[in-house]
């Protein structure tokens, strides 16, 4: 029990916040949105393709707001 | 308080945190809910639709065409659409009803005491109120024609039951 209040204690100290679904304005932004620009995303994909053999596999579908 | 007692009280105080309002529990007082805006003077006995709402929320852009054939259809019969504005700021609000006007009532939640207190999960969310102010029924998120089946069905028990 003292390990379980210890651990509510770090993560409740950790700085994590908790945005509310109504807060999320700023995350909604077009700004946010990490394919907003093709060039640099196509830059950033041949990047990790030609450095580390990697391909696919990233980003997740929705946008900022977390709508839905 | 024991250690255990302590850790169990705030585990119990976690969840009622992050728990949103559901079917039958009494809908907030929007009297005393500071909202911006004209709220209809005859709630009572009303079966009320309040939809929480903002300008940055794609899925809140496609309800309101549905929002508005609802209100049409049903305004005469005795239910209310409330939409619950979230916006930070007033203007972005502004903006979008002038790109998406709204024939139901729109009111906003400033200092978001109402959103708070339903703790809704997702945007948009609406609750749909029987005539004594109670919950009962709950949209998380908006899902075009099978929202709107929901709605119609939904609206029709609560008339049939008044």
Not at chain 1, 13 to 24: H, I, T, Y
Not at chain 2, 29 to 51: M, N, R
Request: charged share 25%; with cysteine; proline share 3%.
């Amino acid at each position: 029990m003292k390990r379980l209040a210890t651990l509510l204690l770090v993560l409740a100290a950790s700085g994590c916040a908790n945005v509310k679904p109504w807060e999320r304005q700023t995350l909604a932004d077009y700004t946010m949105r990490g394919d907003r620009d093709p060039i640099a995303e196509k830059n950033a994909e041949h990047m990790w393709f030609s450095r580390e053999s990697a391909s696919g596999g990233k980003g997740v579908g929705g946008g900022g707001c977390g709508c839905n | 308080m024991s250690l255990n007692k302590a850790v169990l009280a705030l585990a119990l105080l976690a969840v009622a945190a992050t728990s949103q309002l559901k079917v039958g529990d009494a809908f907030p007082s929007l009297a005393d809910s500071k909202l911006e805006g004209q709220l209809p003077a005859d709630l009572a006995g009303k079966i009320v639709i309040v939809d929480f709402w903002a300008s940055w929320c794609s899925p809140c852009k496609a309800s309101f065409p549905v929002l508005n054939e609802l209100h049409q259809q049903y305004a005469d019969k005795g239910v209310v659409i409330l939409g619950v504005n979230v916006d930070e700021k007033r203007a972005d609000m502004d903006g979008f009803l002038k790109q998406h006007p709204a024939t139901f009532t729109i009111v906003r939640d400033a200092e978001k005491k109402l959103v708070a207190r339903a703790n809704i999960n997702t945007m948009p969310t609406s609750f749909i109120l029987d005539a004594t102010g109670k919950v009962r029924f709950v949209h998380n998120g908006f899902h075009g024609d099978t929202t709107k089946k929901q709605y119609i069905t939904e609206i029709d028990e609560l008339l049939k039951a008044k």
